[in-house]
T-cell receptor, first 113, second 112 residues
Framework: EPEVTQTPSHQVTQMGQEVILRCVPI?????FYWYRQILGQKVEFLVS????????KSEIFDDQFSVERPDGSNFTLKIRSTKLEDSAMYFC???????????FGPGTRLLVL | GDSVTQMEGPVTLSEEAFLTINCTYT??????LFWYVQYPGEGLQLLLK?????DKGSNKGFEATYRKETTSFHLEKGSVQVSDSAVYFC???????????FGIGTKLQVIP
C-alpha cells in the first residue's frame, strides 16, 4: 500500500541553524501538508500546498518557515533560523484532492538545543 | 474557532474489554469527522471517518457514529486486543477547507 515517507526520523540542531525536513508524498496525490505536534499538545496545521503554491497557512507558519516541491517527488519544509520552541514532531501529509482524506507520514522529531 | 475535545488518557484496559473513547467537537457548520490512530513508531493512520450526521464509520472492529445533536463522535470497540495499543486522535475538517483540526490524542494501553 502506498505511504507517505519522511526523512530524517530524528533531527537535533542548534538554535539559529536552518533545518530542512523532507517528505515523499503518495505518488498520485496533488495536495501536500505539514503539521506539527509540540510534546503534550495537539497536532496543529501549518500549511497546505497545491500546484506549486501555498493554498492555506496558519498563523504559526511565519516568515521563518517555507515549503517547496523541488522535484516531482519531494516536498520539503525549511525552518530558516530555528528556535527552542520549534522543537516538535513534524508530520507531512498528502491527499488526492482538497476535500479528500489526508494520509500522514511517520513524522520527524526535531529537537532544537 | 473549531475545536475537538477528547479524553487525554492514558486508558488502560485488559484484553477483550470494551473500549469507549469520547470525542466532542465545536464547529459552526457540519464538518467531516475522523479517527486517526498512531501505533508506536509509526505515522498517523486513518482509522475511520463519517461525513454527515448519523453516519457510522467502522474499521477493524472500531465504530463511531456522527451525532449532530450531541456534537460527538465517540470511538468504540467491543473487544480490544493488545495490538490495539496506540494513540487515538479524533479530528475534523470542513469541506472546502484543508486544515485538519485534531484533538489531543488518547493513549490506549491494552494488557494481556
Amino acid at each position: 500500500e502506498p505511504e507517505v515517507t519522511q526523512t530524517p526520523s530524528h533531527q537535533v540542531t542548534q538554535m539559529g541553524q536552518e533545518v530542512i525536513l523532507r517528505c515523499v508524498p503518495i505518488s498520485n496525490h496533488l495536495y501536500f501538508y505539514w503539521y506539527r505536534q509540540i510534546l503534550g499538545q495537539k497536532v496543529e496545521f501549518l500549511v497546505s500546498f497545491y500546484n506549486n503554491e501555498i493554498s492555506e497557512k496558519s498563523e504559526i507558519f511565519d516568515d521563518q518557515f517555507s515549503v517547496e516541491r523541488p522535484d516531482g517527488s519531494n516536498f520539503t519544509l525549511k525552518i530558516r533560523s530555528t528556535k527552542l520552541e520549534d522543537s516538535a514532531m513534524y508530520f507531512c501529509a498528502s491527499s488526492t484532492d482538497r476535500e479528500e482524506t489526508q494520509y500522514f507520514g511517520p513524522g520527524t522529531r526535531l529537537l532544537v538545543l | 474557532g473549531d475545536s475537538v475535545t477528547q479524553m487525554e488518557g492514558p486508558v488502560t484496559l485488559s484484553e477483550e474489554a470494551f473500549l469507549t473513547i469520547n470525542c466532542t467537537y465545536t464547529a459552526t457548520g457540519y464538518p467531516s469527522l475522523f479517527w486517526y490512530v498512531q501505533y508506536p513508531g509509526e505515522g498517523l493512520q486513518l482509522l475511520l471517518k463519517a461525513t454527515k450526521a448519523d453516519d457510522k464509520g467502522s474499521n477493524k472492529g472500531f465504530e463511531a457514529t456522527y451525532r449532530k445533536e450531541t456534537t460527538s463522535f465517540h470511538l468504540e470497540k467491543g473487544s480490544v486486543q493488545v495490538s490495539d495499543s496506540a494513540v487515538y486522535f479524533c479530528a475534523l475538517v470542513y469541506g472546502g477547507y484543508q486544515k485538519v483540526t485534531f484533538g489531543i490524542g488518547t493513549k490506549l494501553q491494552v494488557i494481556p
